[in-house]
C-alpha cells in the first residue's frame, strides 16, 4: 500500500491540485458579497462535487445547495446536506421514484419549464401535507431551457398551485453572462404578473459566477447560485471575476517530451483538463511560466506552446490552470487538498459522474 504524500512533489501525475487556503478564502469572500448585497446564496456543487466542500459553504452561511442531477443529490444527501436546490426538468417514471425517496428525506425544490414537466412531478406528489415545493425556470436571455414570457410563468405557476402534491415557489434562471440586469428586468416583469394573480413569488433564484460580485438592480434576486467562484478558473479572471490568484484549482502535469525548441508535451491531455475552452483560444496555462500555453490536446497528451522566451524542460512538474474547472473535476476520482506545497487531505470526487 502506497503512503499518502506529503508534498506536492511526490504526487504522481496527472493529478488535480485543491489549495484549501484559497476555498475557504473565496467561500468567505462570496459570504460577506451576499451579506452586503442582501441576497442568500444556495451554492451549486457541480463544480467541487465533494460534500466536505459542501459543508462548508453551508457553515458559512449558504441556505442550502444546487445539484444539477438526482445523482449529485444523493450523494449529498447522503452526506448529511439536508436542504437541496434541484434547478433540472426531472422527467420519466424511475427519475420521479428517486425524487420522491428524497423529498421524504430532506428539504427538496425543483424547476419546470413545461406543463408536461408539472404533470409528472403532481402524478407522483400527491400528498398535500408534504408537498415539493416548484419553481418555474425562465429564459432571460441565455438561449438554453426556461418559459419565454412572464405570461408563460404565470401559467405554469397556476398549474402548480392547482396540483395537490405541489406548491409554487417562485422563479429561476440562469442568465447570460454579462447581461444580469436584463435577466432581472425579466424576472421582476414576470413577478409582477404573478402577484396580479394572486401568486405570491417566495423566491427568485439566479446564478453564474462572472456576474455574481453585481448588486441586483432590480431588487427582485433573492437567492445567487454562483458554482465556479468556490476554485475559479482561467475563464472567470477573463471574466474579470477573479484574479490567477484567487484561483484554487490547478491540474498538476509533467512534462514528458520536447521535440523543438517552441513545443513541449505534457502528460495531460483531454481526459485530464478537458477540451471545453468556454471560447478562450487555447486550453490553459502553465503557473508560473509566462509564454507557455497548452494550445492543443489529444486523449493523454497536452501540446504546450512556448513564446516570449518560456522555458520548458522534460521531467519538469508544473501545474496548469485549466479554462473550466468544473469539467476537470468531473475527470478524477480524487484531488489532493495543499496547503502551499504541503499535502493537507485527499479527498474522493464523491459525486463525479453521477450525470443521472
Not at 498538476?252 to 481526459?271: E, M, N, Y
Request: with cysteine; hydrophobic share 40%; aromatic share 4%.
Amino acid at each position: 500500500m502506497s503512503m499518502k504524500p506529503k508534498t506536492i512533489h511526490d504526487i504522481e501525475t496527472p493529478a488535480v491540485l485543491i489549495d484549501i487556503d484559497r476555498v475557504k478564502d473565496n467561500i468567505a469572500r462570496a459570504r460577506a458579497h451576499a451579506d452586503r448585497i442582501g441576497v442568500k446564496l444556495r451554492p451549486h456543487i457541480k463544480t467541487h462535487k465533494l460534500p466536505e466542500f459542501a459543508k462548508l459553504q453551508v457553515e458559512a452561511g449558504a441556505v442550502g445547495i444546487t445539484c444539477q442531477k438526482i445523482g449529485e443529490a444523493e450523494v449529498m444527501a447522503d452526506a448529511g446536506l439536508t436542504d437541496i436546490f434541484l434547478p433540472y426538468n426531472i422527467i420519466g417514471a424511475t427519475k420521479l421514484a428517486r425524487l420522491k425517496v428524497l423529498h421524504d428525506r430532506i428539504t427538496l425544490s425543483v424547476t419546470v419549464d413545461s406543463a408536461d414537466t408539472i404533470s409528472g412531478l403532481a402524478g407522483a406528489f400527491t400528498d398535500p401535507a408534504h408537498p415539493l415545493k416548484v419553481l418555474v425556470e425562465c429564459d432571460t436571455g441565455g438561449g438554453r431551457c426556461g418559459v419565454q414570457s412572464a405570461e408563460d410563468a404565470v401559467a405554469l405557476a397556476k398549474l402548480i398551485a392547482a396540483s395537490q402534491g405541489l406548491t409554487f415557489g417562485g422563479l429561476m434562471t440562469f442568465p447570460p453572462t454579462g447581461k444580469p440586469k436584463d435577466a432581472e428586468t425579466w424576472l421582476a416583469n414576470a413577478r409582477s404578473a404573478l402577484v396580479g394573480a394572486g401568486l405570491p413569488c417566495e423566491t427568485v433564484s439566479s446564478g453564474g459566477t462572472p456576474d455574481m460580485w453585481q448588486k441586483p438592480a432590480e431588487g427582485v434576486i433573492t437567492e445567487y447560485r454562483p458554482g465556479t467562484y468556490i476554485y475559479f478558473d482561467r475563464y472567470q479572471v477573463a471574466k474579470d471575476a477573479a484574479t490567477p490568484e484567487h484561483c484554487a484549482l490547478t491540474v498538476l502535469a509533467t512534462v514528458v517530451s520536447h521535440p523543438t525548441p517552441t513545443r513541449a508535451i505534457l502528460d495531460s491531455g483531454s481526459k485530464s483538463l478537458s477540451s471545453d475552452t468556454l471560447g478562450m483560444a487555447d486550453y490553459g496555462e502553465i503557473v508560473g511560466v509566462p509564454g507557455a500555453r497548452v494550445t492543443g490536446l489529444s486523449e493523454e497528451h497536452g501540446i504546450v506552446t512556448l513564446s516570449d522566451g518560456a522555458v520548458l524542460v522534460i521531467g519538469d512538474r508544473v501545474r496548469v490552470l485549466p479554462d473550466h474547472a468544473c469539467v476537470v473535476t468531473n475527470l478524477f476520482d480524487e484531488v489532493y487538498l495543499v496547503s502551499g506545497e504541503t499535502v493537507v487531505d485527499i479527498l474522493p470526487v464523491a459525486a463525479r459522474g453521477r450525470l443521472t
